[in-house]
């Protein structure tokens, strides 16, 4: 086979194989609950090219399979003859493509309206880091990032402008709802999962009385563990 | 074929398939929490006709089939003679009627005691637009309309009055519950679930704290963007 | 046969049908949520005999099975020689009996300790009847009745004194939980269901402002249509 | 057989016994909803051996089995060349096996997020003895344990030195979430989720208004009838 013939047998491969994956992970969101009806959305880049994988847009969960997601470049267009592209791809697809185009670390990224954390992103306020398992997993407070509605770059920019340089791998668009990063598709979708989770427990928490805050000397102690140690390899460990 | 023959047959299926419809989106009041029991109740205009199918009163949402569903006429009447007219239609049937009679555009009403819009009607409080999935699905607040009980047409008149002119497809009649109307019935099922998610949503919100608004014409844009653009076909914009 | 056989052989289909009745209900308490662990039981009149069958102490609800249900006389003592008796009933088996003794037109007694109603027991506050639904199917506000702990009839008294010639087939046993009677077994399971429903939606409703009361005149009217018109037999009634 | 090579084939059931049991009780924590994703983690002690089986770290709980439980020794430390002992045991293992070491008594051990009673944790704030099951249970208030982080023996240390001589089975660890200790790892399951239970029904109690207490000596006669009469056998009265 031709060093071309090869690499493109390669592309295939991972193509198809980040369809399986982005398909299968909307079950998680199915599973904790992130989701009604048809919002949400998971997308994955694929390995070693300038591609993503997209849910279509307004279809069942129901309905969500390998063949049905939409492969787009990174200028969130969808790429024409494959399979799919005959069918548009999730409303927020240029959120998506804005953030893989900007941030090369990231290989996943997740769009929910899961109720707590949209309820935070109602009230524009960050999460206060006052549970270990935040410390863990975000390393701090979930930021809030600016109001922006769909139409132009400003979701992908806002996302990509508050998640630079920070912590957390989730944010809180104002008024709007969380969209989470990740090294790959699967661990974007454990930190929307980890999110509503820990958005329903500070808020409970904090209907209560006072939140006892967590010294900044043990949430950097407890994140930089989770970060090398938690898990059996480095992909659990997100 | 004679004329009326073919009309005939084609009236046939088209109630045959109102009734497989009307009976498969129950399935969805269960799957998102809306019902208990055997509360609730989902019904579809039979396209071409002046007739609806509902579902019975009192019956669990196990046992309901296309051939226990109930064929009414727009004046709440049970047509005699056809399947499942041995049984009396939900309670709500007369409220039903009447926004068919009233609305000819509506294909679709839904019915639920679904928690956190009931908690709205039974402070008689309009569910505010803070959050962008509520602009894009209801245009702005979901409206509260009259008290009304059982009995005559108060609650169907409340219905059609409140959203007669109105963006939201979803109202919540004080002290009662929600009402929720569609193009199709499976488009007042969403309507159903989106309000409850979002009534959902706002409470959380606003037990934490001061709610931002989303400035008038944003929820203008987003209302405009998401009837005219999101999903696969025109069915699944709504 | 004989007409003392013939009344033994009724007696035993009586009891046969109310052992599967009751170990199948038990599944209604777990499918709505209402029970955990293997907290919660479900009793019920044999009828035409002075028995109630109702669920063994501490066995998970996956177990439960019509012939492990517990036949007792109505003060309460296991039937020996039947089916189940080598094992203890429900350590609330006083309580059901003390209410089947004093209440002849009660069927069925569920208790659990479901959450919302549980919290307003601790609180020792009625349920207000601020929504439709509650007027249907409780005509009025959800009593409290005494603090009282097992060991002595105080808890059947508790519930007998407060029931009886109040409209509620449920009342809230103050810092202890819901217990609710009906004219059957499954009618106390359903007014178990819709009191979860109620407190749950009415605390959510306080939680959120000022509540707007229902007019007596209205109460009335709804609790007297739904007793007499609602569901296709008197049992759907209820 | 000789008395060795018979004493290491009981050995051998009892290992393979806890394995299944550990792995199988980790299928309650999803069933009640006390974990996501990897969280959460139930030891159980090896009857008759200075040993315990504990979940492996960061492994979806689709994927526990028996054979991929981890055996350990009461410092903590796998047991070379037992199944799964290539892989990370949980990362609160030095917790639990500080807690075999120190209370003999333990027989099981569970920690858990469990949304509310983190919630509790994250304010410090011990839950209150205002409802019947938690007094049965439980004996009183849930105690809260000290700060700690993961790293030494302070997390087990603070578990033991709050459950020692405390009638609780749970410990709220501040700002962290629950442990639970049983005489059976089912038992400290039953704990764990009956524990949920509690901290959220006083939770949606307290936020309603003014909790009323329970008599210290009504607290003890609860306590003292559970301990002791509940269930089929002692292993269901807890």
């Not at 369809?19 to 048809?38: D, F, I, M, P, S």
């Not at 989770?197 to 989770?226: C, F, M, N, W």
Request: net charge negative; proline share 6%.
């Amino acid at each position: 086979m031709s060093q071309v013939a090869e690499d493109n047998a390669r592309l295939e491969v991972a193509i198809a194989r980040t369809r399986a994956e982005v398909a299968g992970l909307h079950a998680e969101l199915v599973r904790y609950g992130l989701v009604v009806w048809t919002g949400g959305n998971v997308s994955g880049r694929v390995p070693g090219a300038d591609l993503f994988v997209i849910k279509p847009s307004g279809v069942s969960y129901d309905d969500l399979a390998p063949e049905n997601m939409i492969l787009c470049d990174l200028d969130g267009n969808v790429v024409p003859g494959t399979p799919g592209a005959d069918r548009s791809p999730s409303s927020d697809t240029a959120a998506h493509a804005y953030v893989y185009r900007n941030m090369p670390e990231v290989g996943g990224v997740v769009h929910t309206h899961s109720d707590y954390a949209v309820a935070w992103a109602a009230r524009g306020e960050e999460i206060p880091c006052v549970i270990t398992a935040m410390a863990d997993e975000f390393g701090g407070p979930i930021p809030v990032g600016p109001f922006a509605i769909i139409g132009d770059d400003s979701i992908g920019r806002g996302i990509v402008d508050t998640l630079t340089g920070h912590r957390s791998r989730a944010v809180l668009m104002r008024n709007h709802g969380p969209f989470t990063i990740g090294a790959t598709a699967k661990d974007a979708v454990k930190a929307a999962v980890m999110l509503e989770d820990v958005a329903r427990t500070v808020h409970i928490a904090k209907q209560g009385g006072e939140l006892i805050p967590i010294p900044q000397e043990s949430i950097d102690a407890l994140y930089h563990r989770y970060q090398n140690v938690y898990g059996q390899t480095t992909d659990d460990r997100r």
